[in-house]
Nanobody, 126 residues
Framework: QVQLVEFGGGLVQAGGSLRLSCAAS????????MGWFRQAPGKDREFVAT????????YYAGSVKGRFTISRDNAKNTVYLQMNSLKPEDTAVYYC???????????????????WGQGTQVTVSS
């Protein structure tokens, strides 16, 4: 089906930057959406950002808008999450996910996605 692998997590100081990557493999998709979620210990998985294919429309959670940017490299079948001005509250395991086929509403809940990566840890120190 679709396999997703995240890269780029690590430890960074508050105010710093980090770029996450999510490489997709398996079945070739056309009209779909990619999303980023995060989950801190003891908390629910939280929506971060999403981007549609092939339109490229983006949508962000209010907590990250202006600081995070979702982008894509179609040739590499990869979606990125550029994270700037990081805060300690950004600390979480970050997951990428795929919604296929794409639906009409902007997917901001975990139940709207069909495939998930294994997650990558992001830790922001104060």
């Amino acid at each position: 089906q679709v396999q997703l692998v995240e890269f780029g997590g690590g430890l960074v100081q508050a105010g710093g930057s980090l770029r996450l990557s999510c490489a997709a493999s398996g079945r070739t998709l056309t009209s779909y959406a990619m999303g980023w979620f995060r989950q801190a210990p003891g908390k629910d998985r939280e929506f971060v950002a999403t981007m549609s294919w092939p339109g490229g429309n983006t949508y962000y959670a209010g907590s990250v808008k202006g600081r995070f940017t979702i982008s894509r490299d179609n040739a590499k079948n990869t979606v990125y999450l550029q994270m700037n001005s990081l805060k300690p509250e950004d600390t979480a395991v970050y997951y990428c996910a795929t919604q296929y086929p794409i639906r009409r509403t902007i997917p901001t809940t975990t139940g709207e996605y069909d495939y998930w990566g294994q997650g990558t840890q992001v830790t922001v120190s104060s």
